[in-house]
């Protein structure tokens, strides 16, 4: 299951021009479960194999909102779009 959802997500990438450079990446889990660790290490690995060297990013704890949804184990991978500041203004 932690494949499928690895690959969900470059399909959704792919679809939707997301060029990862320009975004912060994040993972999050819910109440920690076991699986949280291979889900990382799996991650890892996809990156690098469609060739990004990114080997670290931010943690976040998934809350209860969404928890309420998935139930409270939800696990996930996140992006935030890094903002381009223009000083000239």
Request: proline share 6%; aromatic share 14%; net charge negative.
């Amino acid at each position: 299951m932690m494949k499928f959802g690895i690959e969900r997500m470059f399909e959704y990438m792919e679809k939707n021009h997301i060029v990862l450079e320009e975004y912060y990446l994040a993972t999050g889990v819910g109440l920690p479960v076991p699986e949280y660790e291979p889900f990382k290490e799996q991650l890892r690995d996809e990156l690098k194999k469609h060739g990004y060297g990114i080997t670290e990013w931010e943690e976040i704890q998934i809350g209860a909102t969404i928890g309420v949804h998935t139930g409270p184990y939800p696990m996930g991978v996140g992006f935030l779009k890094k903002s381009i500041v223009n000083e000239s203004f």
